[in-house]
């Protein structure tokens, strides 16, 4: 069973910077967007950011200009880099990979993980 597997997140202070990672356990062909969201307590799941499979990027507008979303194809791994980090930015993130194919379309989420921002 492909699985997405989530690492980088925990405590850190506003301010300081993380970075998530999330890697497929095997090989997944025709990833179209590679993509981040977030859930806070009592919130409805949030798009955070998304890179196409040419390197296109979009983010909410909350994050632009303090988190950058990436991609290594090779590795089948996203990252978001999270810096300038506000309690605002407390959730448990989650990441979504696209698999688009010519006929079909196959979402795989992220087991979530937790990243607490304290003031």
């Known amino acids: 069973q492909v699985q997405l597997v989530e690492s980088g997140g925990g405590f850190v202070q506003a301010g300081g910077s993380l970075r998530l990672s999330c890697a497929a356990s095997?090989?997944?062909?025709?990833?179209?967007?590679m993509s981040w969201y977030r859930q806070a307590p009592g919130k409805q799941r949030e798009f955070v950011a998304t890179?196409?499979?040419?390197?296109?990027?979009n983010y909410v507008d909350s994050v632009k200009g303090r988190f950058t979303i990436s991609r290594d194809n090779a590795k089948n791994t996203v990252y978001l880099q999270m810096n300038s980090l506000k309690s605002e930015d407390t959730a448990v993130y989650y990441c979504?990979?696209?698999?688009?194919?010519?006929?079909?379309?196959?979402?795989?989420w992220g087991q979530g993980t937790q990243v607490t921002v304290s003031s």
């Open positions: 095997g090989t997944i062909f025709r990833i179209s967007t």
């Open positions: 890179i196409t499979s040419g390197g296109t990027t």
């Open positions: 979504k990979f696209v698999q688009a194919g010519w006929a079909s379309r196959q979402d795989y």
